[in-house]
Protein backbone atom coordinates (compact mmCIF):
# COMPACT_ATOMS: atom_id res chain seq x y z
CA UNK A 1 0.00 0.00 0.00
CA UNK A 2 2.75 2.40 0.89
CA UNK A 3 4.24 1.59 -2.30
CA UNK A 4 1.33 2.05 -4.41
CA UNK A 5 0.17 5.51 -2.69
CA UNK A 6 3.41 6.46 -3.38
CA UNK A 7 3.36 5.68 -7.16
CA UNK A 8 -0.20 7.68 -7.32
CA UNK A 9 1.26 10.86 -6.06
CA UNK A 10 4.38 10.75 -8.35
CA UNK A 11 2.02 10.57 -11.39
CA UNK A 12 -0.15 13.06 -9.68
CA UNK A 13 2.66 15.42 -9.37
CA UNK A 14 3.84 14.49 -13.30
CA UNK A 15 0.38 15.18 -14.26
CA UNK A 16 -0.15 18.55 -12.81
CA UNK A 17 3.60 19.39 -14.18
CA UNK A 18 2.47 18.45 -18.21
CA UNK A 19 -0.59 20.64 -17.41
CA UNK A 20 1.37 23.60 -16.09
CA UNK A 21 3.79 23.19 -18.68
CA UNK A 22 0.83 23.01 -21.55
CA UNK A 23 -0.62 25.84 -20.37
CA UNK A 24 2.06 28.05 -21.17
CA UNK A 25 2.31 26.49 -24.22
CA UNK A 26 -0.79 27.78 -24.84
CA UNK A 27 -0.56 31.45 -23.67
CA UNK A 28 2.60 31.62 -25.46
CA UNK A 29 0.66 30.42 -28.59
CA UNK A 30 -2.33 32.99 -28.19
CA UNK A 31 0.28 35.92 -27.70
CA UNK A 32 2.28 35.05 -30.56
CA UNK A 33 -1.36 34.46 -33.00
CA UNK A 34 -2.80 37.84 -31.15
CA UNK A 35 0.27 39.60 -32.34
CA UNK A 36 0.04 38.51 -35.63
CA UNK A 37 -3.55 38.53 -36.21
CA UNK A 38 -3.02 42.23 -34.75
CA UNK A 39 -0.40 42.59 -37.17
CA UNK A 40 -2.41 41.54 -39.88
CA UNK A 41 -5.14 44.24 -39.26
CA UNK A 42 -3.08 46.65 -38.79
CA UNK A 43 -1.50 46.11 -42.24
CA UNK A 44 -5.41 45.70 -43.52
CA UNK A 45 -6.24 48.90 -42.50
CA UNK A 46 -2.93 51.02 -43.54
CA UNK A 47 -3.70 49.55 -47.24
CA UNK A 48 -6.33 52.10 -49.55
CA UNK A 49 -9.89 51.31 -49.39
CA UNK A 50 -10.40 51.56 -53.10
CA UNK A 51 -7.83 52.22 -55.91
CA UNK A 52 -7.40 56.03 -56.87
CA UNK A 53 -10.04 57.30 -59.50
CA UNK A 54 -7.96 58.26 -62.86
CA UNK A 55 -10.17 60.87 -63.50
CA UNK A 56 -9.16 62.94 -60.52
CA UNK A 57 -5.48 63.03 -61.58
CA UNK A 58 -5.25 66.04 -63.68
CA UNK A 59 -3.25 69.44 -64.16
CA UNK A 60 -4.23 72.77 -65.64
CA UNK A 61 -2.08 70.97 -68.91
CA UNK A 62 -4.74 68.51 -69.34
CA UNK A 63 -7.48 70.84 -68.64
CA UNK A 64 -6.06 73.44 -71.56
CA UNK A 65 -5.50 70.12 -73.99
CA UNK A 66 -8.93 68.96 -73.67
CA UNK A 67 -10.42 72.83 -73.65
CA UNK A 68 -8.95 73.23 -77.15
CA UNK A 69 -8.41 70.21 -78.95
CA UNK A 70 -12.06 69.77 -78.62
CA UNK A 71 -12.60 73.28 -80.92
CA UNK A 72 -10.05 72.31 -83.48
CA UNK A 73 -11.23 68.62 -83.72
CA UNK A 74 -15.16 70.25 -84.31
CA UNK A 75 -12.90 72.49 -87.29
CA UNK A 76 -11.20 69.11 -88.71
CA UNK A 77 -14.96 67.59 -88.71
CA UNK A 78 -16.48 70.63 -90.77
CA UNK A 79 -13.88 70.46 -93.08
CA UNK A 80 -14.03 66.94 -93.52
CA UNK A 81 -17.74 67.41 -94.23
CA UNK A 82 -16.96 69.62 -97.29
CA UNK A 83 -15.82 67.50 -99.34
CA UNK A 84 -19.19 66.22 -100.43
CA UNK A 85 -20.40 67.72 -103.83
CA UNK A 86 -16.83 69.46 -103.93
CA UNK A 87 -14.56 66.68 -105.10
CA UNK A 88 -14.44 63.39 -107.14
CA UNK A 89 -10.82 63.43 -105.77
CA UNK A 90 -11.38 59.20 -104.01
CA UNK A 91 -8.40 59.66 -101.78
CA UNK A 92 -9.64 62.48 -100.29
CA UNK A 93 -13.31 61.97 -99.78
CA UNK A 94 -11.49 58.37 -97.90
CA UNK A 95 -9.51 60.47 -96.06
CA UNK A 96 -12.11 63.22 -95.32
CA UNK A 97 -14.16 60.13 -93.93
CA UNK A 98 -10.96 58.90 -92.36
CA UNK A 99 -10.88 62.25 -89.87
CA UNK A 100 -14.03 62.43 -89.41
CA UNK A 101 -14.74 58.89 -87.77
CA UNK A 102 -11.41 59.42 -85.75
CA UNK A 103 -12.35 62.69 -84.31
CA UNK A 104 -15.60 62.75 -83.31
CA UNK A 105 -15.37 59.94 -80.89
CA UNK A 106 -12.24 61.70 -79.31
CA UNK A 107 -14.77 64.77 -79.05
CA UNK A 108 -17.27 63.03 -77.49
CA UNK A 109 -14.02 61.44 -74.72
CA UNK A 110 -12.97 65.73 -74.24
CA UNK A 111 -16.19 66.40 -73.26
CA UNK A 112 -16.43 63.33 -70.67
CA UNK A 113 -12.80 64.30 -68.94
CA UNK A 114 -13.64 67.72 -68.54
CA UNK A 115 -16.89 67.10 -67.10
CA UNK A 116 -15.24 64.04 -64.67
CA UNK A 117 -12.88 67.22 -63.65
CA UNK A 118 -15.57 69.89 -62.64
CA UNK A 119 -14.87 71.79 -65.78
CA UNK A 120 -17.19 73.81 -68.30
CA UNK A 121 -18.61 71.93 -71.45
CA UNK A 122 -16.02 72.81 -74.56
CA UNK A 123 -17.22 74.69 -77.23
CA UNK A 124 -16.60 73.85 -80.74
CA UNK A 125 -16.72 77.41 -81.51
CA UNK A 126 -13.33 78.27 -83.09
CA UNK A 127 -13.29 81.38 -81.60
CA UNK A 128 -13.47 79.94 -77.91
CA UNK A 129 -9.32 79.12 -78.68
CA UNK A 130 -8.70 82.53 -77.26
CA UNK A 131 -4.92 83.77 -78.19
CA UNK A 132 -4.58 80.48 -80.40
CA UNK A 133 -6.16 81.95 -83.96
CA UNK A 134 -4.88 81.80 -87.29
CA UNK A 135 -1.27 81.83 -87.58
CA UNK A 136 -0.31 81.48 -83.72
CA UNK A 137 0.57 77.77 -84.68
CA UNK A 138 -2.57 75.93 -83.73
CA UNK A 139 -3.51 75.84 -87.41
CA UNK A 140 -6.91 77.02 -86.61
CA UNK A 141 -8.61 78.53 -90.03
CA UNK A 142 -10.63 82.22 -90.05
CA UNK A 143 -14.17 82.46 -90.88
CA UNK A 144 -13.06 84.22 -93.81
CA UNK A 145 -10.26 80.69 -94.60
CA UNK A 146 -12.97 78.38 -94.38
CA UNK A 147 -15.89 80.69 -96.57
CA UNK A 148 -13.07 81.04 -98.80
CA UNK A 149 -12.59 76.75 -99.42
CA UNK A 150 -16.34 76.54 -99.26
CA UNK A 151 -16.49 78.88 -102.60
CA UNK A 152 -14.09 76.22 -104.58
CA UNK A 153 -14.55 72.90 -106.35
CA UNK A 154 -13.01 70.59 -108.44
CA UNK A 155 -8.92 70.51 -108.29
CA UNK A 156 -8.55 74.04 -106.99
CA UNK A 157 -10.45 72.87 -103.80
CA UNK A 158 -8.48 69.94 -103.63
CA UNK A 159 -5.14 71.70 -103.42
CA UNK A 160 -6.77 74.13 -101.06
CA UNK A 161 -8.27 71.73 -98.74
CA UNK A 162 -4.96 69.14 -98.34
CA UNK A 163 -2.91 73.04 -97.66
CA UNK A 164 -5.22 73.67 -95.07
CA UNK A 165 -5.58 70.55 -93.43
CA UNK A 166 -2.22 69.58 -93.29
CA UNK A 167 -1.64 72.97 -91.44
CA UNK A 168 -4.36 72.21 -89.49
CA UNK A 169 -2.96 68.52 -88.72
CA UNK A 170 0.62 70.01 -87.54
CA UNK A 171 -1.31 72.70 -85.20
CA UNK A 172 -3.25 69.43 -83.65
CA UNK A 173 0.51 67.86 -83.42
CA UNK A 174 2.09 70.55 -81.50
CA UNK A 175 -0.82 71.03 -79.08
CA UNK A 176 -0.52 67.06 -78.52
CA UNK A 177 3.23 67.23 -78.02
CA UNK A 178 2.76 69.71 -75.46
CA UNK A 179 -0.06 67.76 -73.34
CA UNK A 180 2.45 64.64 -73.58
CA UNK A 181 4.81 66.89 -72.05
CA UNK A 182 2.92 68.45 -69.43
CA UNK A 183 0.00 66.50 -68.63
CA UNK A 184 -0.67 63.96 -65.85
CA UNK A 185 -3.74 63.07 -67.25
CA UNK A 186 -2.55 59.22 -68.39
CA UNK A 187 -5.60 59.01 -70.63
CA UNK A 188 -5.09 62.61 -71.78
CA UNK A 189 -1.35 61.99 -72.62
CA UNK A 190 -2.32 58.01 -74.40
CA UNK A 191 -4.96 60.12 -76.37
CA UNK A 192 -2.17 63.34 -77.31
CA UNK A 193 0.28 60.62 -78.31
CA UNK A 194 -2.43 58.54 -80.59
CA UNK A 195 -3.12 62.48 -82.15
CA UNK A 196 0.60 63.28 -82.94
CA UNK A 197 1.13 59.01 -84.59
CA UNK A 198 -2.48 59.52 -86.44
CA UNK A 199 -2.07 63.11 -88.09
CA UNK A 200 1.99 62.80 -88.82
CA UNK A 201 0.54 59.85 -90.87
CA UNK A 202 -2.50 61.66 -92.76
CA UNK A 203 0.04 64.83 -92.65
CA UNK A 204 1.93 62.55 -95.16
CA UNK A 205 -0.54 61.27 -97.03
CA UNK A 206 -1.77 64.90 -98.30
CA UNK A 207 1.57 65.87 -98.87
CA UNK A 208 2.12 63.21 -101.19
CA UNK A 209 -1.55 63.83 -102.82
CA UNK A 210 -0.48 67.39 -103.29
CA UNK A 211 2.66 66.49 -105.23
Not at 25 to 42: N, P, R, V
Not at 202 to 208: F, G, H, N, V, Y
Amino acid sequence: MHVKTRTVTTLAAAAIGVALVAGCSDDGSSTSMEGHSMGSSTSMESAPSQAADPAADFTDADVMFASMMYPHHAQAVEMATMVDGRTTNPEIVALAGEIAAAQKPEMDQLTSWLSAWGQPAPSADASSMEGMDHGSGSGMMTSQDMDSLMSLSGAEFDRQWLTMMIEHHQGAVEMAEKEIADGSNDEAVAMARTIVETQNAEISRMQQLLG
